[in-house]
């Protein structure tokens, strides 16, 4: 800062030296140019697309049909009343869900049995 007693006006005259404050802000302005070529960002791994869709080779519901002439289907595969038991069990044994729905014809009745 510069100063000056005396003159005309018989008063201080104050005068500021801004040339260290054009300095600070030249070496700034060079340090925040540099930064930024010097930054590298992080490596991203997007998640690619399946190739292909995994079909499920489980059908959705579990339809046991039970006709007149007292055939069985389960979805419309034909199994016998002594194969019912172990093929339901192989159908279930994989799945979360045990839900089976039950079709029967009109003249077949359904009653309850004792567990053996």
């Known amino acids: ?4 007693v005396g003159g005309s006006n018989r008063g ?11 300095d ?4 700034l302005l060079v340090i925040f140019m540099i930064i ?3 930054q590298k960002g992080l490596m991203a791994e997007l998640p690619q697309p399946a190739s292909e869709v995994p079909a499920d ?6 339809v046991v049909q039970v ?11 034909a ?9 339901l069990q192989e159908i279930f044994g994989a799945r979360a869900n045990h839900t089976a729905f039950v079709r029967g014809m009109a003249p077949w009745s359904f009653r309850l049995s ?3």
Do not use: C, T, Y
């Open 1 to 4: 800062m510069g100063m000056s």
């Open 12 to 22: 201080i005259f104050v005068e500021m030296n801004v040339v260290p404050l054009i």
């Open 24 to 27: 600070v802000l030249l070496v």
């Open 36 to 38: 930024p070529h010097k």
């Open 57 to 62: 080779p489980q059908p959705a519901a579990i």
């Open 67 to 77: 006709f007149a002439d007292e055939s069985l289907r389960i979805n419309q595969e």
């Open 79 to 87: 199994v016998g009343w002594d194969r019912l038991s172990a093929r």
């Open 114 to 116: 004792p567990e053996s």
